[in-house]
C-alpha cells in the first residue's frame, strides 16, 4: 500500500561560503551565482509577518516556533528573473544551509520575479524536479508541456544532485493547488485517473493516467489518512490508500480548505536540511502541539490521532447520506 506524509504540515519550518565535505575536494568552492538579496527587502519583511501571524500564531508548526526564536529561519529574496537563475540561488542557499551546525536551520528563498513562477502548477513541477536532483520538468501536473530547459553546465547537474542527497524542498504559493477534488468531493465508484509516479511532471505531460475507481468508504483494515481516498487501480491491484496529488485534476477539480496553509504572498521554497527531519521527533511534535496533549505522550499514541486531525481528514461531501 502506496503511503505518504502529506497529511503532515511540517514544514515552515545556511554561513561563510566554502566547499562542504559533501561536494569534494575537485568542486569549486563557491556555488553559482544566484542572484540573492541577502539584506531584507520588503518581501522578506511581508514573508516573515505571513509565518507570525498564520503559522505562528495559528499553532501549526512548533518547528517554526523554536525556529524562529533561536533565530535560525533565514528569509532571503533571490533577484532570479528566469529558472535557469532560480536554480543557482536555490543552490546558493543549499550549501549554505548544509554548512549550518544548529539545529533546526532552515532557509526561505523567495522567488517572485520569475515571471514564470506565478503560475503554480509551473512552480510546482520546477521544485518536483529540483527536489529530485533534476534541472528542470518536462510538463505540470495539469498536462502543460514545458519549453526545453537550456542544456545546464555540468557542474550546475552535480550541485543540484548534491542538494537533492542533502535538503528537502516543500513549495509555498499564493496560489497553492495540490490538493484538489471533485466539486462535492468524491464519491464510491468514481472513475479517476492516478499519476503514481509523477509522470506528468518527469516524462510525458501528455500522460493520460492508470484508470482507478473510487471506493468511499473503503474497507476497514485500508487507513485513509488526510488528503488520502481509497481506489483500486483496474490493472489488478487491491484496494489501497491513495494520495489526492496522485490523481489526475481535472478542468472542474477544486482546491482543499488544506491548501491554505501553503499560500504564501509570494512564491516560496523551504529548504530544510534531510538530517533534521530524521525520525518522527518533528512530527511528533506537531500532533502534540495541535492536540494540547503532555510533551512525554508516547510516540506511538500519536499516530492514533490522525483520523481526528481537522484539517483535511473528515470532508464532507454531496455523496454522504
Not at 92 to 119: G, K, N, P, W, Y
Not at 173 to 200: A, I, T
Request: a neutral charge; glycine letters at 8%.
Amino acid at each position: 500500500m502506496r503511503r505518504g506524509l502529506h497529511g503532515v504540515s511540517i514544514s515552515l519550518l545556511l554561513l561563510a561560503l566554502s566547499s562542504p565535505s559533501w561536494l569534494g575536494s575537485a568542486m569549486p568552492r563557491r556555488p553559482p551565482q544566484g542572484r540573492l538579496r541577502v539584506r531584507r527587502f520588503a518581501a522578506s519583511d511581508e514573508l516573515r509577518g505571513w509565518v507570525q501571524s498564520f503559522i505562528l500564531e495559528g499553532r501549526f508548526c512548533p518547528w517554526a516556533t523554536r525556529s524562529m526564536a533561536a533565530g535560525e529561519l533565514r528569509f532571503v529574496e533571490s533577484a532570479a528573473t528566469s529558472p535557469e537563475e532560480a536554480a543557482g540561488s536555490l543552490i546558493e542557499q543549499a550549501l549554505r544551509l548544509d554548512l549550518a551546525t544548529r539545529e533546526l536551520a532552515s532557509s526561505l528563498l523567495i522567488l517572485r520575479h520569475v515571471e514564470a513562477f506565478q503560475e503554480f502548477f509551473i512552480f510546482d513541477a520546477y521544485l518536483k524536479a529540483w527536489d529530485r536532483g533534476l534541472v528542470a520538468p518536462k510538463g505540470t501536473r495539469s498536462g502543460v508541456l514545458l519549453p526545453r530547459a537550456k542544456a545546464p553546465s555540468e557542474r550546475t547537474q552535480e550541485l543540484l544532485k548534491r542538494c537533492h542527497e542533502k535538503v528537502r524542498l516543500v513549495t509555498f504559493h499564493p496560489g497553492f493547488s495540490r490538493w484538489l477534488e471533485p466539486p462535492g468531493g468524491y464519491c464510491n465508484s468514481s472513475q479517476v485517473f492516478l499519476d503514481l509516479m509523477q509522470k506528468r511532471v518527469h516524462v510525458d505531460p501528455h500522460f493520460a493516467g492508470e484508470p482507478a475507481t473510487i471506493f468511499r468508504p473503503g474497507p476497514e483494515e485500508v487507513e485513509v489518512g488526510p488528503r488520502q481516498v481509497c481506489a483500486r487501480l483496474h490493472g489488478g491491484s487491491g484496494i489501497c490508500a491513495w494520495d489526492l496529488e496522485d490523481i489526475v485534476p481535472e478542468e472542474d477539480f477544486v482546491p482543499l480548505p488544506d491548501n491554505d496553509m501553503h499560500r504564501t504572498p509570494f512564491p516560496v521554497v523551504h529548504l530544510i536540511r534531510k538530517v533534521d527531519l530524521s525520525g518522527d521527533s518533528i512530527i511528533a511534535d506537531t500532533f502534540l502541539l495541535n492536540f494540547g496533549l503532555a510533551p512525554h505522550t508516547e510516540r506511538n499514541q500519536i499516530w492514533n490521532l490522525i483520523p481526528s486531525m481537522p484539517i483535511g481528514s473528515r470532508r464532507q461531501t454531496n455523496c454522504d447520506a
